[in-house]
């Protein structure tokens, strides 16, 4: 056997702590397998007191996540405080000056400052890895910086936040509206304390972020991700998307197009009977299309205890190892700026509104969207509601600023009594 290698993990709560019971109940099996030891020899969190379910008798105690960061007797920092900026970011720093890889589950952090840390770790020859940091136990980060190396990805998607997903499906199986369903994903424990990191897409935006660098070969770039929240999703359109064989997900999609590189983070239609579509509670699921693997799915918890420490543990077993990947596809001096698109890729549309209930809207409405370019799929009218008839319509593709300058022509015509929710349908198998 090779000589030990020694972990320090900063931040002790569910993640942390699932780790370290990792290490300590399957350390036989995960030190064969490595044919090396794993010592976990120093821990930091906030409080010592605290149950955590393993013992810390034989492991030493820093008050100070910076001062286990330089400890000599560690040679992986595991990073598992979370926050995009200090401390988590200055002990990353800290314990890359010092010789340490490290492994972190902190998507924010990485969306916002992980091209300058990836700098950093690989111009002293060390790894910052993050497996866990997308789509909790999911090899997401793993199946496209290894497995799918030999590949040019034509499009990445997903449904990378648990708690969205919750909601959407609850809201579905149980005919509840989004403020109920919210506040039992609350009780749960599913949301995170800034709710808004959820359910306004910014947590799934982060990941988005972090796989578009991998798979495109660019600097990570987060703040072009175009995101929308679920906030407004109402149990009347989950239930005319069913009816049309759609389900709304927090889909996340990115690709490279003609204009430059698109990633959005939105509500959108999915066929129901795709692998996406059928994805339920707070389940994650990872698409990649590679140009010659083809379609790759991958799903699986997105959060919880043992499937985001499962993804912890793979990092460290790689370093234990010696396999060593360039941390965003290709070593970071080679990565790109990335060019943002100004317009996402034509896509078809779910429109619903309601109309005045008179002779002729329905053509005044019909000819606006014709006069733009746009070819209606399909249109539903429900039942009337007094003076008002709701009105549901499938565009063919189009663009969605067309979409957007045609309705506010058809408003123009007085023909329109709510404003209309438009969502995208995602093209998917
Ligand atoms: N809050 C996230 C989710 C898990 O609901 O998926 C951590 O990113």
């Known amino acids: 056997m090779q000589d030990s290698i020694r972990v320090g993990i900063a931040g002790l709560g569910t993640v942390g702590s699932g780790v370290a ?19 976990l020899t120093a821990v930091s969190s906030r409080s010592k007191s605290k149950q955590r379910g393993f013992p810390l008798k034989k492991i030493h105690w820093e008050e100070n996540l910076i001062n286990l960061a330089r400890r000599d007797d560690i040679d992986i920092f595991v990073e598992l405080i979370g926050g995009e900026g200090n401390p988590a970011k ?19 952090l990485l969306a916002k400052h992980g091209h300058q840390l990836a700098k950093l770790a690989e111009s002293k020859g060390l790894s910052l890895k993050f497996e866990a940091a997308v789509a909790g136990g999911i090899p997401a980060i793993k199946t496209l910086n290894e497995s799918l190396a030999g ?12 708690t969205c997903n919750y909601i959407l499906t609850r809201m579905e199986n149980a005919n509840l509206s989004y403020e ?61 998307a069913k009816e049309l064989g759609y389900r709304i997900k927090l889909l996340g999609v990115s690709q490279k197009t003609d204009n430059g590189l698109e ?8 066929p129901a009977n795709s692998a996406i579509g059928q994805l339920e509670n707070a389940m994650n699921m990872v698409i990649y299309e590679g140009d010659n693997s083809g379609p790759i799915t991958l799903s699986g918890a997105g959060a919880g205890e043992g499937p985001t420490a499962s993804s912890v543990l793979s990092d460290i077993i790689d370093l234990a ?67 008002a008839a709701p009105v549901v319509i499938v565009t063919h593709k189009t663009l969605p600023e067309t979409l957007s300058n045609a ?16 969502i995208r349908i995602e093209d998917i198998q």
């Open 90 to 108: 200055e002990a990353i720093e800290v314990a890359l000056n010092h010789g340490k890889h490290v492994v972190t589950a902190n998507k924010a």
């Open 263 to 270: 990633q959005r983070m939105q509500p959108c239609l999915v």
């Open 151 to 162: 590949n040019k990805i034509n499009r990445l998607m997903g449904v990378m936040n648990g």
């Open 321 to 387: 190892r010696d396999n060593k990947v360039p941390t965003f596809g290709k070593p970071v001096t080679e990565l790109v700026k990335a060019i943002p698109t100004s317009r996402p890729a034509p896509g078809a549309y779910y429109v619903r509104t309601k109309l005045k209930d008179s002779p002729g809207v329905l053509a005044k409405m019909a000819t606006a969207l014709g006069d733009h370019g746009i070819s209606i799929d399909r249109m539903r009218q429900t039942q009337h509601e007094d003076v």
């Open 407 to 422: 309705l506010t022509a058809v408003a123009k015509t007085g023909v329109i009594l709510e404003d209309p929710v438009v």
């Open 21 to 39: 019971k990792i290490l300590l109940s399957n350390a036989h099996l995960i030190n064969s397998r490595c044919n090396r030891k794993i010592e």
């Open 180 to 240: 109920k369903v919210f506040k039992q994903a609350k009780d749960l424990g599913y949301v995170e304390a800034d709710p808004t990191l959820d359910v306004g897409g910014i947590d799934a935006g982060h990941k988005l972020a972090i796989l578009s660098s991998i798979a495109f070969g660019t600097e990570i770039d987060f703040d072009s991700v175009y995101l929308q929240g679920i906030e407004s999703i109402t149990i009347q359109d989950i239930y005319q």
